[in-house]
């Protein structure tokens, strides 16, 4: 590499990747392992010049919100008093736009990335966000020819909905964009988003755009009745397909669910393997049995939780995670007066009550997985019991595998409910609140 230099001891910056308005794109090295990464720098003047920095806020919380195999991975954020720097994903295969270039696809590679890209946005749009600039310029292609949604710079999350529950910004790029974005009174964003599919598929079938005219209006035009036509080559299943996303009015085109049982769509798809972490569940109790550490004589004690520690823990002001999905970001902590051994008896009672198999790790560490499967496989929690004195205890709950709002939707609809009498204060509510002083010893068998 020309002029190496160290980005904040963690990762050696190389050569130039690309530029744009506002950033510049770099390769990348991690110091420590050698893995190679893309990294963004961010002009922090530039950006605040134009007063884009609450869409770089938006794209740090939307890609951390749409981890997913078919999109290029947020793996750090990184600021300076100048710069900020989006340490990404490093995606060798370059632009998909490069190999419609050369020509069109030939039918069962254009249904693969078809196929991977409806993956990936059905997997956007569970999460509320719609991307608003689909297009072959922002797919990439990774060394496994496996496509990557890129830049979500121009993506919507569900707060920028108006009362009336559509989207009122007019972006994305002029040949892509649907035709009720055009007619500025208002759009569903993921509806706008299986329109720019649909532009897609019939580029990489066609190698050509289905709307185009040298004036701009006319363009509009066609695009506004959906006005297009179809090369001889194109299948006839294929055809109709594109027919349903190029539909004008945007409450009768097809929708995800409809496009997935579409013969032509389901030839040769697999659903793609969503991260998550599989660590075996150990000791599994049965029915019959226990998993608990109460057969023994006397019970180890569990491990000390110091004074900092749990004060930057339950001080949610401290918490400067939140951007990324790591330990203490999908945690969840409570304090109790009980003892360590009548929380574990409770935790793992209201486990098995909603269906969760028990499997313990260590004294005071258990393993809680749910018998189904979730969006990214089974989900699987770690529950610790730690002292913080004689009298008081910290339990902290978080994920090892699965899905992170299916996580979230567990923690508060079941175990804050299910452990509520055995709770002193939560992590993040009120430590002042003396209604919480009158859970004391008499709900815990100690």
Known sequence: MDERRVLFGKYEMGRLLGKGTFAKVYYGKEVTSGESVAIKVISKDEVKKEGMMEQIKREISVTRLVRHPNVVELREVMATKTKIFFVMEYVRGGELFAKVFKGKLKEDAA?????????????????????????????????????????????????????????????????????????????????????????????????????????IMNMYRKILKAEFEFPPWFSTESKRLISKLLTADPERRIAIPAIMRVPWFRKGFTRPLLFSIEEPISDISTEDGDSSASKSNKLPSPKFFNAFEFISSMSSGFDLSSLFENKRKSGMMFTSRCSASAIMAKIEAAAKGLNFRVGKVKDFKIKLQCSSEGRKGKLSVTAEVSEVAPEIAIVEFSKSSGDTLEYVKFCEENVRPALKDIVWTWQGDNFNNTSNFKIVGEECEN
């Open 111 to 215: 249904r693969k990335y078809f196929q991977q890209l409806i993956s990936a946005v059905d997997f956007c749009h569970s999460r509320g966000v719609s991307h608003r600039d689909l297009k072959p310029e922002n797919l990439l292609l990774n060394e496994n020819e496996d496509l990557k949604i890129s830049d979500f710079g121009l993506s919507a999350l569900p707060e920028q909905l108006r009362n009336d529950g559509l989207l009122h910004t007019r972006c994305g790029t002029p040949a892509y964009v649907a035709p009720e974005v055009l007619r500025r009174k208002g759009y569903d964003g993921s509806k706008a988003d299986i329109w720019s599919c649909g532009v897609i598929l019939y580029v990489l079938l066609a190698g050509f755009l289905p709307f185009q005219d040298e004036n």
